[in-house]
Structure formats: C-alpha cells, structure tokens
C-alpha cells in the first residue's frame, strides 16, 4: 500500500467515532450508588462518630440536590454495608466507620457476569470460615475488647429482629467482627467486600422498592439467631471446628435466600431483557 494511502487510512480511523451503543442514561439506581459513595465520603472527611445521627433525608436532599427516593435508596445500601443502620421513624445512624475495601471490583465482576454468584458465595465461605477459625484458635487468644466486641454485635443483632432494615445492617457488622477477630486486617477487608456484593443482589429489590424480602419479613426470629449464636459461641469457646460448622449451617440457608431473590428478579425483568 502507497504510504499516501496508508497515512490517509489512518487519519481515517482516528477521525471515525466509536459507536457506544450500550450506553444508557444514569438509573435512579445509580444515582443512588453515586451518593452512597459520597455519604460514605462525607462520613470519613467530617470524622462522623459512630451512634451519630446522620441529617434527614430532606437535608441530605437537600445538600446533595437529589430526590429524597434517591436519598432513601442510597441509606439503604450503606446499610447493606452495615455502615448505616436505618431505624424506621428515627432517622439513619452510623454504625461503624468505612474501612479500605475493594468493593468496587467485586460488584463490577458481578454486574458482569451475574453467574459468577456461585463462585463469589464459594469464596465468601471460604473467608468466613478462615476468619472463624483463625479467631477461635489465635494466639495469642482474643483480647477483652474483641470480646467485647462480639458480644455486643451479637446483641445489636438480637435486637434488631422484627425490624428487617435494622436486622440487615447489624448482620452484616456481626459476621465482619467475626471475621475481623482473626487478627488479619486483609481478610476481613476482603470479606467484607465480597460480602456486601453478595448483599447487594440478594437484597437488590429492598434497595429499589424498600419491599422487604418474603424470607426476611416472615421468618421466625428464633430461627434467624440460632444460625448466628453458634458461631459467635463458638470463637468464644475456642472451637474451630463447630466455628466452622456453624458457618457452614448459615451458608446453606443463605443459598436458599439467594435462590429466591434471584427468582424474583427473573419474574421482575421485563421479556427478552437479560442483566
């Protein structure tokens, strides 16, 4: 080919625009995602404590120029985090400080690949029952604090049963401190990361809609803590193996609540659309 040629092939393609098809307007949804993040920003740069009332949705609105449904959205999924805990007629309050996690290349994987789930549950297993077992034989052994801890995670859990925002939130900061308790900041960061994915589809309709899933809302309080008591009873006993177990027991049925959620978004989406 004649350089005069080639040279004009090139500029060719330089001057020709990439046809993004797939791009498509922000969703409510991802306005929301966006001021999730800035929360979690404002409550790190403005050194929120933890128990701090955060302002009303109406002044978050207000401050972020959003609707208050974008706002309402967006709580709810720190509180997937278990960042935010969101008490109904109260006001939402911050729990715990945000820590470095790699989140945000967990949930692109996922968004992907919606059948990678199974994959991600595996290696949430994995991580939770290497936390708890790292925690319930460390040494040297778990310290009055971490202890305290746990007991204290544990109870936020108790008493949130029958208030499922609440109950989401203080799930999630009591399987992160048992995981945490194993001493290896990276694990936990880790974990927590791959959990709060996993959150975020499974509960992906209480985000959007605020409709409280069927297994969450009618689901006996009994039953929803004895999957959590024998974990923490076992790091406090010093057993790995019934640590582990328990864990185990708790995966099982968290795949039962995955399969429904993932039903209920198949029913959701309309024909001949796929995520």
Do not use: C
Not at 7 to 24: F, N, P
Not at 89 to 103: D, F, I, K, N
Not at 254 to 260: K, R, S, V
Request: proline share 5%; aromatic share 4%; net charge negative.
């Amino acid at each position: 080919m004649p350089a005069s040629s080639r040279d004009s092939s090139v500029e060719s393609s330089r001057r020709a625009t990439i046809d993004l098809r797939g791009i498509e307007p922000l969703s409510v949804a991802r306005l929301s995602d966006e001021l999730a993040d800035q929360i979690r920003r404002l409550i790190i740069t403005e050194k929120v404590a933890e128990g701090a009332r955060l302002p009303s949705e109406r002044e978050l609105a207000e401050r972020f120029r959003a609707s208050r449904p974008t706002v309402s959205q967006a709580l709810r999924t720190l509180s997937l985090m278990g960042l935010v805990e969101v008490r109904r007629g109260s006001g939402a309050y911050v729990l715990r400080r945000p820590e470095t996690m790699v989140a945000a290349s967990v949930h692109l994987m996922l968004d992907l690949d919606e059948q990678s789930l199974g994959h991600l549950m595996q290696l949430r297993l994995w991580l939770e029952s290497l936390g708890v077992k790292e925690a319930a034989s460390r040494e040297p052994e778990l310290t009055r604090d971490e202890h305290a801890d746990i007991v204290v995670a544990l109870e936020r859990l108790r008493a949130s049963v029958g208030r499922p925002s609440e109950w989401i939130a203080a799930d999630t900061v009591f399987h992160a401190t048992l995981v945490r308790s194993s001493g290896n900041p990276y694990v936990a960061a880790v974990y927590e990361s791959v959990h709060t994915a996993i959150l975020s589809y499974e509960f992906n309709n209480w985000v959007q809609t605020e409709n409280v899933p069927a297994w969450l809302r009618n689901s006996d309080p009994e039953e929803q803590m004895a999957l959590h008591e024998p974990i923490a009873a076992a790091v406090e006993s010093r057993d790995p193996h019934a640590a582990e177990q328990a864990v185990l027991r708790h995966h099982e049925v968290m795949l039962e609540h995955l399969e429904a959620a993932r039903r209920a978004m198949r029913r959701g989406r309309p024909a001949g659309r796929s995520r």
